[in-house]
């Protein structure tokens, strides 16, 4: 059974920081894409982060700077760093795999991030 588990959400100030988590079991986590989406309530989901499984990260050009991506192959998990928030950052934000060779894609629950100005 995949299992994706965020963690790592909460509430904090404007220019505070989160890490978030995202760990990994049920897959061979070494072929799979690790993606950091977020979504606001009656918006589209939106990309915030992604890493491939060889370790390249990619950002959305106005997150670039203030966010980073990792991934931890011994611990199976993914995390996304949030330095310098802002109140427009409050999102759900959700961890997905997508697989680097074949067509798997998983999703988790979602932690909540809300930034106070």
């Known amino acids: 059974q995949v299992q994706l588990v965020e963690s790592g959400g909460g509430l904090v100030q404007a220019g505070g920081s989160l890490r978030l988590s995202c760990a990994a079991s049920g897959i061979t986590f070494s072929v799979f894409d690790m993606n950091w989406y977020r979504q606001v309530p009656g918006k589209q989901r939106e990309l915030v982060a992604g890493i491939t499984s060889g370790g390249k990260s990619n950002y959305v050009d106005s997150l670039k700077g203030r966010f980073t991506i990792s991934r931890d192959s011994a611990k199976n998990t993914v995390y996304l760093q949030m330095n310098n928030l802002k109140p427009e950052d409050t999102a759900a934000y959700l961890c997905?795999?997508?697989?680097?060779?074949?067509?798997?894609?998983?999703w988790g629950q979602g932690t909540q991030v809300t930034v106070s100005s």
């Open positions: 997905n795999a997508r697989g680097t060779y074949f067509h798997s894609n998983y």
